[in-house]
């Protein structure tokens, strides 16, 4: 079975350092990646996604980048973190194949930007 | 501009009765239609989807509804458990399911009193 792997948990930076967090997918091939954000008192917003390794669409102006450096593992950085950073940030998975293949997310992770 | 809409941020509902949770949208082109449910520091899960060219697709105790004229569809627990206590998302997407940039709604926060 496919199982998406999503760290760490809670993370809590200071303005104006780096950030990277990390996603990983394992029990599948070739699947489309995404970041999704969830800030307080938003709905999910997609931030990136991707559909293989280096191949990386923006959908947001911000203050974030993605990566793709292999197959099953996304990561997405920041040089410099603001305050409007924070929020609950959400990878997501899903099949390469066109039909019924719905988003699977991972625990996501909770940036506290202080 | 919001382009999927929930507009009740919670719902109450006491045990064994029906729970129906709304959502409205205004993109004409989405064509396929989710339902995520999420528990607390945990990303949300899949629960039920439909495409534009059916008005009805149930699951167990789970049925959504669309009304493509009234750009207007929703969800159906019955009965409710405690258990469905949970933050709901409807989502939207524009490509048939293959293509998952999905626009979610904010949610509605379920709580179902024993």
């Known amino acids: 079975s496919q199982t998406i792997h999503q760290w760490p948990a809670t993370l809590v930076q200071p303005v104006g350092s780096p950030l990277s967090l990390e996603c990983t997918v394992e029990?599948?091939?070739?699947?489309?990646l995404y970041w999704y954000r969830q800030a307080a008192g938003r709905g999910l917003q997609l931030l990136f996604y991707?559909?293989?390794?280096?191949?990386i669409s923006s959908e947001v102006p911000q203050n974030l980048s993605a990566s793709r450096p292999q197959d099953r593992q996304f990561i997405l950085s920041s040089k410099k973190l603001l305050l409007s950073d924070s929020g609950f940030y959400l990878c997501a998975w899903s099949r390469r194949s066109a039909g019924d293949t719905p988003l699977h997310f991972g625990n996501g992770t909770r940036l506290t930007v202080t | 501009d919001q382009q999927v809409k929930q507009n009740s941020p919670s719902l109450s509902v006491q045990e064994g009765r029906i729970s129906i949770l709304n959502c409205d949208y205004t993109n004409s082109m989405f064509d396929y239609f989710l339902w995520y449910k999420k528990y607390p520091a945990e990303g949300p899960t899949f629960l039920i989807s439909i495409s534009s060219i059916k008005d009805k697709n149930e699951d167990g105790r789970f049925t959504v509804f669309l009304n493509k004229s009234a750009k207007h569809l929703s969800l159906h627990i019955v009965p409710s458990q405690p258990g469905d206590s949970a933050v709901y998302f409807c989502?939207?997407?524009?490509?048939?399911?293959?293509?998952?940039?999905?626009?979610f709604g904010k949610g509605t926060l379920l709580t179902v009193n024993p």
């Open positions: 989502a939207a997407d524009s490509s048939g399911g293959s293509n998952y940039k999905l626009t």
């Open positions: 029990g599948t091939s070739n699947p489309n």
């Open positions: 991707s559909v293989g390794i280096g191949q």
